[in-house]
């Protein structure tokens, strides 16, 4: 239990090897844990990401961060600086990755991460992508049921512990994986629990988490440090696939906010630091006089969080942490740089495959509309493949566009050129593209979800293909955001009882992101995959310009 918190926003130097001590004496046990969060199997440095930095002077600025072999060198620098180093994870460790990781079936990132020294993670939303069998092989190994030891070499698993309080076997009422791990530093007990986004359901592949239970994160975690407590532990740490935003720096709190404040409130006091994933920001807050932190997302960011811990009573005493940048002007890992390049020359045929180009930067922010330019490029692509089954549109979740189309050569393609590698990182979850029957009014209900049942923790506006158009009204009650009247199919509006064949991911298709109304479509089939369509259209009609981001209005 926290008997005193101090925490110092640090955000001073470049370097992690340049942590100050925090002065622990013979009395006291200095704990480092190091943490990062939403990984996504981002193994090469990400092509044109810069994030706000301080420098030594504490000015801001943009620097270019990223890539495991980077990663790898910040975090030794600072095991360096303190024999009593945890590596932790939120969560999101693999899935949504770039090619060179999702080819192998995200064994690269597990043997990275491994390498790297990861000791616990959270089980975030992605990790369940391939569904719970697969995720099992992630932790325990053997080599893929289809595709084998890809690399020759068998695959042995996880080097490092999931942890799942609050996943739990429907059959067996037991956890998917332990609730927490307890870890003696120097003669002190100190437990990690990991905790998972309790919404997870509703974003996953319903298919890929059937036969589980995600509870309640503050009740699960509580639940758990009711065992610690009798075990006599008192420092905790948790780790939770959840998370929140804020305005400003990243190691600043500027107007916090988020569902993870509430899950903090309700937790045990005895919890001393929270590290959050799930919403891709950076900050270091302090909520009911405890650190929560989270480090952006793609190994951009570090989380150093010290504490200082008593001998006599196993309580901390004191704790701070700063986020820092995992810059690029440090020496790569050897070890990881080998891994990587290993799986990179296995890949590259593939992934520096030219399959089209485009004329400018093709971002998937979204506009106040909530429609975005690539949002508008993906749904046409799918709707281009479904024509072939009447479909009239295509719908696209947002959360399902993982990165943007970058203008400039990230390699020796060229530029605007675009390659299989690039397409792939825009949409890595190899999708099939289903084609259902919806009326106009299914239709009305559909959009109508967008408002009053929204995705946790994403931009819940549908992206929408050419030919479709409709306004919403921001102060328009739930429910009645879309008048129907709006919703226009070639520039005629929809007739409410007419049935239209509309295209979308098998994802929507089964109801994710809380879209119930695709689960009653009719007349379902299923077509290609939606990096095929992508790669198709490409070829077909390139050089591709940025969508004009008109097919969606807003009033109010």
Known sequence: MLKLLIVALLVTGTSLASSASLNSTGETVELQIVALNDFHGQLEPPSGNLT????????PFKVEVGGAAYLATQIKALQATNPNTVIVSA????????????FFHDEPSIEVLSEIGLDYSAVGNHEFDKGVLELQRMQYGCCHNIDGCQDIDRFVGAGYKYLTANVVNSSTNSTLFPPYKIQVIDGIPVAFIGVSLKDTPTIA????????SFLDEADSINAAVSELKEKGIKTIIVLIHDGG???????????FSGPVIDVVKRCDKEVDVFVTGHTHQFYVSTIDGRIVTQANWQGKLLTDIDLVISKETGDVLLARAKNVAVTRDVPEDAEVSEIVEKYSTLAKPLTQKV???????????????????LGDVIADTQFHSAGQEGAVVAFMNPGGIRTDLIYKASRSEGQGN??????FSVQPFG???????????????????????????????????RGFNYTWNKSAPSGQKVDISSIKINGKTIDPKESYRIAANGFLAEGGDNFTVFKAGADRVCGISDLDAFNEYFQAFSPILPGQMDRIAVTG
Request: aromatic share 8%; proline share 6%; glycine share 10%.
């Open 205 to 212: 592949m319903p298919s890929n988490v059937r036969g589980l």
């Open 355 to 373: 399959i089209g180009s485009i004329t400018a930067d093709i971002f998937k922010t979204p506009g106040n509309s909530g429609e975005s330019a």
């Open 245 to 255: 935003q804020q305005e400003g720096l990243p190691s600043e709190s500027k107007n």
């Open 91 to 102: 969560g999101d460790c693999i899935g949504a990755s770039p090619l060179v990781s999702a």
């Open 431 to 465: 999708n099939s593209i289903f084609a259902v029957n919806l009326t106009g009014s299914q239709i009305d209900e559909l959009l109508e979800e967008q408002f009053d049942n929204p995705a946790p923790g994403e931009n819940s506006i549908l992206q929408v293909s």
């Open 52 to 59: 706000l930095y301080y420098n030594s002077t504490n000015y």
């Open 418 to 423: 675009v390659t299989y590698g690039e397409a």
